[in-house]
């Protein structure tokens, strides 16, 4: 219900796979309560987990929907690069100071 007063955003994720509490989606429209589906809760955007060999497409799925974004392999290298020179960076910075230290 705080959903319906705005205050957050909603994404449906469903487990089909019943070796994980699976069910079938009608068992929520039975399960709702009815104020909820009239409010619109079934207009959020909604992600089905399937079971494998499709279980990681699913997962990707619920990952852009929350705002994930597709990095090239160039892209993650440049990134490692990055976080490398900065623990670099890092460690230079605590040796100089040790040394004006002592």
Do not use: I, M
Request: aromatic residues 6%; glycine residues 6%.
């Amino acid at each position: 219900r705080t959903w319906r007063a705005g205050k957050v955003q909603l994404l449906l994720v469903h487990e089909s796979d019943p070796a994980h509490g699976g069910c079938d989606f009608e068992n929520f429209y039975a399960t709702t309560p009815e104020d909820l589906v009239a409010g619109g809760l079934y207009s959020a955007p909604a992600v089905e987990l399937y079971t494998p060999p499709h279980r990681d497409v699913s997962l990707a799925l619920v990952a852009k929907t929350l705002g994930a974004v597709r990095r090239t392999l160039a892209a993650r290298l440049s990134l490692d690069r990055l976080s490398a020179l900065s623990t670099v960076e890092t460690a230079r910075s605590s040796v100089a100071r040790l040394s004006l230290a002592g």
